[in-house]
């Protein structure tokens, strides 16, 4: 499949209202599974996460929970972080938030605070996950902001990656 400037225009908008080809956000999961996956290489729970903007990546991140004993440093979180200090604004209103897992509430509120009008996610979650698995708090409409929500890219590698990760830690006696 060759693929020109042109398939990466607004008028190929998809169904589900994601601005890439599935190209596209096959393109970008992938690099945020390379990041999941130096997640694991230090110990943490690999999820990746990375934020486009005009089809190039502002931001790259990893969980760094046990690194940074820090709840709060989810990938999605500190990924929100970055893209604001490149763009120099809180408002990420043209930007898309690539992540391996369905993110959490917190990640969710995060999101929803810094205005990013699109999420594609991997891996649904089961146990916390705030888009659609437990909650749906990206396409609430009694809140002030909604997203457009593309759940499933590549969700088998980014599963496969979490499952691997655990299994692995069991194995250990690890918690």
């Known amino acids: 499949m060759n693929l020109e400037e042109d398939d990466f225009r607004d008028d190929n908008i998809d169904r589900d209202g994601a601005s890439l080809l599935l190209f596209g956000a096959e393109h970008f999961m992938r690099r945020a599974i390379e990041l999941g996956q130096q997640a694991a290489t230090e110990d943490e729970v690999p999820v990746g996460a990375v934020i486009v903007y005009k089809h190039n990546i502002i931001a790259a991140a990893y969980n760094q929970r046990e690194n940074l004993a820090d709840p709060t440093a989810h990938a999605e979180m500190i990924a929100i972080t970055q893209a604001a200090a490149h ?15 369905e993110p959490c509430p917190m990640c969710a509120g995060a ?53 691997e990760f655990f299994e692995s830690k069991r194995r250990l006696g690890k918690k």
Not at 88 to 96: A, N, P, T, Y
Not at 139 to 152: F, I
């Open 111 to 163: 999101i929803l605070q810094s205005r990013i009008p699109r999420v594609i996610y991997g891996a649904a979650d089961s146990k916390a996950g705030a888009v659609e698995s437990l909650y749906h708090l990206l396409t609430d409409s009694r809140l002030n902001h909604q997203c457009d929500v593309r759940g499933g890219v590549l969700a088998l590698e980014c599963g496969q990656m979490l499952t």
């Open 87 to 101: 763009l120099k604004s809180w408002r990420l209103i043209d930007c898309e938030l690539y992540v391996t897992l």
